[in-house]
């Protein structure tokens, strides 16, 4: 078992800049591929980011690309998203996902791949 707790939320302007973070607790943090996924009133999660377990690779949806920046500390157990340029539409849920792998230089992007979930920390940007 893995257990992940966000923090980092919370209400910015257009425009601003948040700090997502997540702490993994239970097993060797090291052997998990990362990911944030987000999900907005009356839609489905969607992938934001993924970070591969060696913290070489990662990957972004296109919505956040040059925006948004994950990176992990293996030592510390946590994965972290810096959100910048926020817009309106960057409001939701975030979600820190984990999932168990053997390639050191595969990151995720589906849902369905990920074994454990965090609870969820709100973002709102507001306009």
């Known amino acids: 078992q893995v257990q992940l707790a966000e923090s980092g939320g919370g209400l910015v302007q257009v425009g601003g800049s948040l700090r997502l973070s997540c702490a993994a607790s239970?097993?060797?943090?090291?052997?998990?591929?990362m990911g944030w996924f987000r999900q907005a009133p009356g839609k489905e999660r969607e992938f934001v980011a993924g970070?591969?377990?060696?913290?070489?690779?990662?990957y972004y949806a296109d919505s956040v690309k040059g925006r948004f920046t994950i990176s992990r500390d293996n030592a510390k157990n946590t994965v972290d998203l810096q959100m910048n340029s926020l817009k309106p539409e960057d409001t939701a849920v975030y979600y820190c996902?984990?999932?168990?792998?053997?390639?050191?230089?595969?990151?995720?992007?589906?849902?369905?791949?990920?074994?454990?979930w965090g609870q969820g920390t709100q973002v709102t940007v507001s306009s």
């Open positions: 970070i591969a377990r060696s913290g070489r690779n990662t």
């Open positions: 996902a984990a999932r168990s792998s053997s390639k050191s230089s595969y990151y995720y992007t589906v849902p369905n791949d990920y074994d454990y």
């Open positions: 239970g097993r060797t943090f090291s052997n998990y591929a």
